[in-house]
């Protein structure tokens, strides 16, 4: 088969899973705003590696394919906290790791009416794209 049919454009963060297999996916912040913005992310909960908020008027990004280090600290893979909202500082970064096991569409967003006019906001495709039956239960928020 050829032509544009052949390929399919996806326009979401995909996790592809097959049955009663899960993924580790770090998913990166940055914040080239002034201001901090709260993120929230439906349906799962997550490893906060890192959080950065620099001391100068610069724009500290975390780049994961650098072979530099990072800004701040270096990854907390040890013991970090676990959350669903976590607040990503102004002009800084959060480096945070899912273990991708809950199948179905999720929304990570702002939690800011602000945030969340100007599009703050994306989702997360975990699986095939079929629903876990219990999503409402693991997602109150």
Not at 75 to 100: E, I
Request: charged share 20%; glycine share 8%; proline share 6%.
């Amino acid at each position: 088969m050829d032509g544009p049919s052949r390929h399919r454009v996806r326009s979401l963060p995909e996790v592809r899973l097959v049955e009663d297999e899960y993924k580790w996916v770090d998913i990166v912040i940055n914040n080239i705003d002034d201001y901090g913005y709260p993120f929230h992310l439906h349906g799962n909960s997550f490893y906060v590696l890192a959080s950065h908020a620099p001391e100068t008027e610069s724009i500290e990004p975390f780049n994961s394919f650098s072979h530099m280090s990072p800004a701040g600290r270096p990854l907390n893979t040890v013991d970090p906290v676990t959350k669903d909202t976590v607040f990503v500082p102004g002009r800084g970064y959060v480096v945070l790791r899912l273990k991708a096991d809950n199948r179905g569409l999720w929304f990570l967003q702002s939690q800011t009416l602000w945030g969340q006019a100007i599009g703050m906001a994306t989702a997360l495709q975990v699986g095939d794209g079929k629903a876990n039956t219990n999503a409402a239960e693991l997602c109150n928020t």
